[in-house]
């Protein structure tokens, strides 16, 4: 929480449109040469030594840890949370990617890796502005819902067929090993480089991709691959992944073209002070870098209640040619897609309309006609209403009308401590339905109201009722947790309590050792003398009377 209102709304997020690393994701092949010449002509003496080393920018490929995901959206499905459906109907399923945001740009889905480039330009005010040409981003989010007909349809009812329909579309995705992205007829191996590496038999895995379905190790420049695909330091060739079959014209009717990528990723720097994150955890720097990838299909809602569907975080590595408007000369009818991450969400219809109607429905009035009022006043309650009745009824509808809810209780204590049961208390917010004297309720140190050191201290009781208000606890309490979240105040509190204790504690041991330990009547001290020198007179005077008290 920020410090103040004004705090809060300076906070800035910044949107940038990518990050690009120096170098991409991948495996690199560093060699030094060093050639010893002589220095005379008939020297001689020629030797050249060679060096090569392997250099790996590891980045995830295949699948994505929890630990890169920040946040997701629409919210995930869960039967058993009650999630609800949103109005998901006008808006692009996202994902929030952290502890690596330049993630979406260290591969390419184009074939081959893209140059970095810098645009100049001028503007019409005269300035130079130089910016970063338009890098597509190698991880799109796809949305498959229940009513594009890729799963069979469910026979169960009410939200026990959301939830099967859900699990249908997540079936959708399988689990294998990484060979089944190489096509049949060729091998995986383990990065080698010849001459460095000693290839063994064991390093080689047959190829398991059907004849019918491409891959981002098929579409290769020319359309050849190696016999022996080398698949880098980050995959092995029987390494368990997520896939997800399509066929290529289905695909393309719900994957954005290579132009709509560089679009659909982009960079936020975000002020985090404060701020707790979905991984529980307290960031340290007050702005971190997050990475945003967008879907490019809008959900559609289903007036016939099938509103189920899922949204996949999807590999787009070298698949440029089989993109919408691709120019692939594969026959294969099918693609095979690495899954990083996938949720399911339900779809509501977008209800800002209907809310707007209540609205202008209130007071009686035709919401095709807004300037007839049947009632042209939002009426106060009648707070006087059933006073001086004892009957439950009229107690309970006269609290009501103030603005009181009964509200279960349990009071505080152990599990078996006889002071901890369930009861119900009134509770009433910050607001009321009626008409109140303006004044204010003394919480300051006086003898007459003293400082309140707990939320306990400010319940009510009524008894007439037999019954608590708690209204002024929980806002005590609301108070202090709202406090103690922002940091600079916690910071402040803990200073001043630090120093207050370090303050009492100095008198203490001044008191004890000009008073108590040397007896009742304490070392006598020049008028003027200081507290310090006070403390060094009557510590040596007490350890004298120590040191006399051990030889007696």
């Known amino acids: 929480m920020a410090n103040s209102a004004t705090d809060f709304f300076n906070k800035k997020v910044t949107f940038i449109q990518h990050k690009v690393a120096s170098l991409d994701a991948g495996d690199y092949d560093v060699k030094v040469t060093q050639e010893l010449v002589g220095k005379n002509p008939d020297d001689d003496i020629n030797v050249v030594s060679t060096l090569t080393k392997i250099i790996s920018v590891q980045a995830p490929r295949l699948r994505l840890s929890n630990q890169f995901v920040s946040q997701i959206y629409p919210l995930a499905y869960d039967k058993d949370e009650n999630t609800e459906a949103g109005p998901y109907d006008t808006c692009l ?37 130089v910016y ?104 092995k060739p029987n390494e368990l992944f997520q896939y997800l079959d399509l066929d290529i014209s289905f695909f393309q009717s719900i994957a954005p073209t290579l132009n709509d990528l560089p679009y659909l990723a982009h960079l936020r720097q975000v002020d985090v002070t404060s701020t707790a994150t979905a991984l529980g955890d307290t960031p340290t720097d007050a702005i971190e870098d997050f990475s945003v990838v967008l879907g490019n299909r809008v959900p559609t809602y289903d007036s016939a209640g099938k509103n189920m569907a899922i949204a996949v975080l ?76 004892t009957t439950p009824e009229g107690v309970m509808e006269r609290a009501m009308r103030k603005g009181y809810v009964p509200f279960n209780h349990i009071t505080r204590g152990t599990d078996d401590s006889p002071n901890r049961f369930q009861t119900v208390s009134w509770y009433r917010g910050p607001l009321v ?82 008073g108590g330990l040397l007896g009742s009547n304490p070392p ?3 008028k003027g003398e200081n507290t310090y020198h006070k403390l060094n007179h009557a510590t040596a005077q007490y350890f004298t009377k120590l040191i006399k008290l051990i030889h007696s």
Request: hydrophobic residues 35%; aromatic residues 6%.
């Open 93 to 129: 399923p996202h994902i929030t990617l952290r502890n690596n945001p330049a993630l979406p740009w260290l591969r390419t889905p184009t074939l081959e890796k893209l140059q970095k480039e810098v645009v100049k330009y001028k503007t019409a005010a005269g300035v130079n502005k």
């Open 132 to 235: 970063d040409k338009e890098v597509p981003s190698w991880l799109a989010v796809l949305v498959i819902q229940e009513t594009d007909g890729l799963t069979a349809q469910t026979t169960a009812t009410g939200e026990d067929r959301n939830a099967d329909a859900a699990n249908k579309l997540l079936d959708l995705i399988q689990t294998d090993t990484v060979n089944n992205l190489i096509p049949v007829g060729f091998k995986a191996t383990d990065y080698k480089l010849p001459g460095i590496y000693e290839i063994t038999g064991s390093s080689y895995i047959d190829g398991a991709l059907p004849s019918d379905t491409t891959s981002l190790f098929r579409e290769k420049p020319g359309g050849v691959i190696p016999k022996e695909v080398p698949l880098g330091t980050s995959m």
């Open 314 to 389: 999807v590999s787009l590595e070298h698949l440029e040619n089989i993109l919408p408007g691709g120019t692939s000369s594969s026959t294969c009818t099918k693609v095979r897609l690495p899954v990083l991450h996938a949720w399911p969400f339900k779809i509501g219809q977008d209800n800002t309309k209907e809310f707007e109607q209540k609205l202008e429905s209130l007071n009686g009035a035709d919401p095709t006609n807004p300037t007839s009022f049947t009632h042209p006043q939002l009426n106060l309650v009648d707070s006087t209403a059933h006073k001086g009745e």
């Open 433 to 514: 339905p009626y008409q109140k004297p303006t004044g204010n309720i003394a919480f300051q140190d006086s003898e007459l109201s003293p400082n309140v050191h707990s939320a306990d201290a400010l319940l009510r009781y009524d008894k007439g009722l037999g019954m608590l208000d708690v209204s002024y606890a929980a806002a005590w309490q609301l108070g202090k947790l709202l406090a103690l979240n922002d940091k600079k105040f916690a910071q402040t509190l803990y200073r001043w309590k630090r120093e207050t204790e370090q303050h009492i504690i100095a008198e203490l041991e001044k008191n004890i050792l000009i």
């Open 524 to 526: 006598e001290v020049q």
